[in-house]
C-alpha cells in the first residue's frame, strides 16, 4: 500500500486480496493497520522450514500449510487478512486441515 498527500487529499495504491491494483484520491483517509506477524520467538530459522518475509514460513494460501511440512500457519500470523474474525476463520479452517 502506498499513501501520498496530494493537493486534493491523499492518493492511495494499494492490492485488493484478488491482486487487482487500485489507486485513487480521497479528501480524507482513516486507516487502520494490523501488526507484522510476531514469530521471532519460535526459532524457525532453525528448522527445514522455508522463512519469507518477516520470518514467516512459506505456506499454501489456500490450505494455510507450510509447503513440505505438517505445519499451519493460521490468523494474524500468515498477514494474509490480520482482522480478528479472519483469524478466528482460518484457524478453524487450519484445524480441519490438520485433521
Known amino acids: 500500500m502506498r499513501a501520498t498527500r496530494v493537493d486534493d487529499g491523499v492518493s492511495l495504491r494499494y492490492l485488493r486480496a484478488d491482486g487487482t491494483a487500485i489507486e485513487a484520491t480521497y479528501e480524507y483517509v482513516l486507516a487502520a493497520t494490523g501488526r507484522e506477524p510476531d514469530v521471532g520467538a519460535l ?28 505445519v499451519f500457519v493460521a490468523g494474524d500470523a500468515n498477514g494474509i487478512l490480520p482482522v480478528l474474525h479472519e483469524a ?3 484457524g478453524r479452517m487450519a484445524g480441519r ?3
Open 88 to 90: 478466528a476463520d482460518e
Open 43 to 70: 526459532g524457525l530459522a532453525n528448522t527445514s522450514i522455508e522463512l519469507g518475509e518477516h520470518g514467516v514460513p512459506q505456506f499454501d494460501p489456500q490450505t494455510l500449510q507450510v509447503h513440505g511440512h505438517p
Open 97 to 99: 486441515n490438520a485433521a
